[in-house]
T-cell receptor, first 113, second 113 residues
Framework: AQSVTQLDSQVPVFEEAPVELRCNYS??????LFWYVQYPNQGLQLLLK??????LVESINGFEAEFNKSQTSFHLRKPSVHISDTAEYFCAGAYSSASKIIFGSGTRLSIRP | DAGVIQSPRHEVTEMGQEVTLRCKPISGHNSLFWYRQTMMRGLELLIY????????DSGMPEDRFSAKMPNASFSTLKIQPSEPRDSAVYFC???????????FGQGTRLTVV
């Protein structure tokens, strides 16, 4: 069965430090991958997506994720975080063989000054 | 497009009362999803529709919950009778197809006292 796994429920980091939020997906011939961000008291917003082509995708606020087929991973990274990045981050996968998008359990990113 | 529109944004009701949450998906989207989010259980998929037809309602917690999609531009999630443990944020999302990028509404925060 298709699945998306986020290994860390919480990640605390200091401001301006690098961060990596981990995401693994179940192997599939065809899969689209997404990262969503949820700021406090708001809905989920799409941060970035991988559909095809370049395996490295970037968001407008400095996050990037790399599609790694051999490791079935789609980790989210940022070289230097800001207080405003405090949010919950959800990894999600859309499989061609499934009729719905599948979400991971979420990772809460907390930034310490 | 205005995005996915949910109403009301906040609802406070007494135990035993009927609650109806509403959602207007993005025009042209064929799939609609209802999610529930709590601190304890995270983001849960309750039910989703493709072309107004319920595809999978296995996430609906009890018979007290029901969802309808009478046309392509409107859906409701009803709880009757409501209980305090139903308190949560309920999100509606839509997508062009079930396994593509989903767009979320701002959510309805339900409090049952």
């Amino acid at each position: 069965a298709q699945s998306v796994t986020q290994l860390d429920s919480q990640v605390p980091v200091f401001e301006e430090a690098p961060v990596e939020l981990r995401c693994n997906y179940s192997s599939s011939v065809s899969v689209y991958l997404f990262w969503y961000v949820q700021y406090p008291n708001q809905g989920l917003q799409l941060l970035l997506k991988y559909l095809s082509g370049s395996t490295l995708v970037e968001s407008i606020n400095g996050f990037e994720a790399e599609f790694n087929k051999s490791q079935t991973s789609f980790h989210l990274r940022k070289p230097s975080v800001h207080i405003s990045d405090t949010a919950e981050y959800f990894c999600a996968g859309a499989y061609s063989s499934a009729s719905k998008i599948i979400f991971g359990s979420g990772t809460r990113l907390s930034i310490r000054p | 497009d205005a995005g996915v529109i949910q109403s009301p944004r906040h609802e406070v009701t007494e135990m035993g009362q009927e609650v109806t949450l509403r959602c207007k998906p993005i025009s042209g989207h064929n799939s609609l999803f209802w999610y529930r989010q709590t601190m304890m259980r995270g983001l849960e998929l309750l039910i989703y529709f493709n072309n107004n037809v319920p595809i999978d309602d296995s996430g609906m917690p009890e018979d007290r919950f029901s969802a309808k999609m009478p046309n392509a531009s409107f859906s409701t999630l009803k709880i009757q009778p409501s209980e305090p443990r139903d308190s949560a944020v309920y999100f509606c999302a839509s997508s062009r197809r079930g396994n593509t990028e989903a767009f979320f509404g701002q959510g309805t925060r339900l409090t049952v006292v």
